[in-house]
């Protein structure tokens, strides 16, 4: 018979005391985990101006909003992108049903919400997002250009092709533009663009740069045919924002641009004819002939920049500026949220500083395409009148989500899209 020394330890006891503490240890280890897990993901911010709290913000149900994802998914499976995943289809189904609700509406305050809820709205946001073909938290997503109207297509291609071959985020963007400014077929940007009353073409160009929250812009700009290079210098070597008329020419020659006529004998003959019309002057109140070239930009890397160009609206009243060269209308860049641009009626849209109006509900946790679409909400809410505006805009966050969106059919824009090589043009999102 065995006799067991007392003065030491039982090993079965001892073995059973062992399992008995790990099991604990891993009780306590798996508690802990969960509760910073908890902690995180509750105290994640979404953006970078919610004070620290987790917010969820409005998805309304009424038929806009149903349109919008009904059409982004029709656009996603247009451009071939992959079908959203059963978890993201759920999810979409609850924002369109309304069950993720609540809260914002501009510029109302961010209240907290509950984890659950939370939950949900990441899932939400993390299902438009693959409904857009792409993934929700991408940072490292690579350069993306996104451009107004048909022309936006080669002048992304450019930018594209500037970016790659090592320039900046800003020469991108000047270069591209700098593409329907020289051609002479596109009549509502740079050269061959449509006069004013005078049958003068005047010129509006604005560059945004997001890491130094500054712009450079110059208006009715003459005989100089790319008003967006002249904005990019204002910007880089002088410490003004905005120069007009003639002594925004004057600083073109400066810097050495050759002036030149800007009227091609297709844009004087269409002058021709407006002036022949009897009551040709009803410019002044319907706008007539405009596609302006708007581009914004990220370089994937959380740098986003917005550049607009423009002859503005055909027969305009001399020395008119629209919104495209004013900062927070035409363009607006922010490196802690992301950039917008418009095009459209910009008399109409100057009255509600579209773009940093659509940066700013980004800021407050909103997707570029819910930024673009309360802005357009926005509008008609103050005036009913507006559902019949010409009006488009476009947005991208530092995430290199997208969004763009119009007021309604009369004035459907089309959008150029490139990123990760694929250059594509597609439909907007209509309000109305
Ligand atoms: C303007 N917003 O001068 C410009 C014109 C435009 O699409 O964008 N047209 O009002």
């Known amino acids: 018979m065995m006799v067991r020394d007392t003065s030491r330890p039982d090993p ?11 099991t604990s240890k ?10 910073l897990l908890l902690v995180k993901v509750v105290s994640c911010k979404p953006t970078i101006h919610n004070q620290g709290r987790p917010f969820i913000m409005r998805v309304p149900t009424e038929e806009g909003r149903g349109e919008e994802i009904t059409s982004t998914l029709r656009n996603s499976r247009k451009a071939g992108l992959s079908p959203p995943s059963k978890t993201a289809r759920r999810a979409t189904q609850q924002i369109s049903q309304g069950r993720i609700s609540s809260l914002h509406d501009r510029g109302e305050a961010m209240e907290p919400v509950d984890r659950r809820s939370f939950l949900k709205t990441v899932a939400g946001t993390a299902a438009l997002a693959a409904v857009e073909g792409r993934p929700s938290w991408a940072s490292d ?6 451009s107004t109207w048909l022309q936006g297509k080669p002048a992304n291609e450019r930018a594209a092709e500037i970016f790659k071959g090592g320039g900046s985020l800003l020469d991108a963007v000047e270069k591209g533009i700098n593409v329907p400014e020289n051609d002479p077929a596109v009549t509502s940007v740079g050269y061959g663009g449509l006069p004013n009353a005078e049958g003068v073409v005047e010129l509006d160009a604005a560059i945004m740069d997001g890491t130094r929250h500054r712009a450079g812009s110059v208006c009715n700009l003459h005989m100089i045919k790319n008003p967006i290079s002249v904005a990019r210098l204002v910007l880089e070597k002088t410490r ?3 120069l007009a008329g003639e002594g925004a020419f004057r600083f073109a020659l400066k810097m050495g641009f050759e002036p ?36 914004v930009a990220t370089d994937g890397k959380g740098h986003v920049v917005s550049g607009c160009s423009t002859s503005g609206l055909a027969w305009k009243i001399p020395g008119r500026v629209g919104d495209s ?31 940093v109006s659509i940066v700013h509900t980004m800021a407050r946790g909103a997707s570029p395409q819910e930024a673009c679409m309360e802005l357009l909400r926005h509008m008609v809410k103050t005036d009913a009148k507006n559902k019949d505006g010409e009006v488009a805009v476009i947005a991208i966050n530092t995430r290199g989500e997208i969004g763009a969106a119009c007021m309604n059919n009369r004035f459907h824009l089309k959008y150029a899209l490139w990123r990760n090589g694929e250059s594509q043009l597609l439909e907007s999102v209509m309000l109305i």
Request: hydrophobic letters at 35%; glycine letters at 8%; charged letters at 20%.
């Open 141 to 146: 997503a690579g350069p993306v250009f996104l």
């Open 260 to 295: 030149r006529t800007l009227l091609t004998p297709e844009s004087l003959k269409k002058w021709q004819e407006w002036k022949a019309r009897p009551q040709h002057e009803t410019f002044w109140l319907t706008p007539e002939n405009h596609d302006t070239i708007g581009m």
């Open 12 to 22: 079965s006891k001892t073995e059973a005391i062992t399992v008995v503490m790990c």
């Open 26 to 35: 891993a009780i306590y280890l798996s508690a802990l985990i969960r509760v």
């Open 240 to 242: 003004h924002t905005t």
């Open 325 to 355: 060269p004013l900062v927070g209308c035409g363009v607006y860049a922010d490196d802690n949220v992301g950039t917008a641009s418009a095009t459209g009626d910009g008399d109409l849209m100057t009255n509600y500083c579209t773009s």
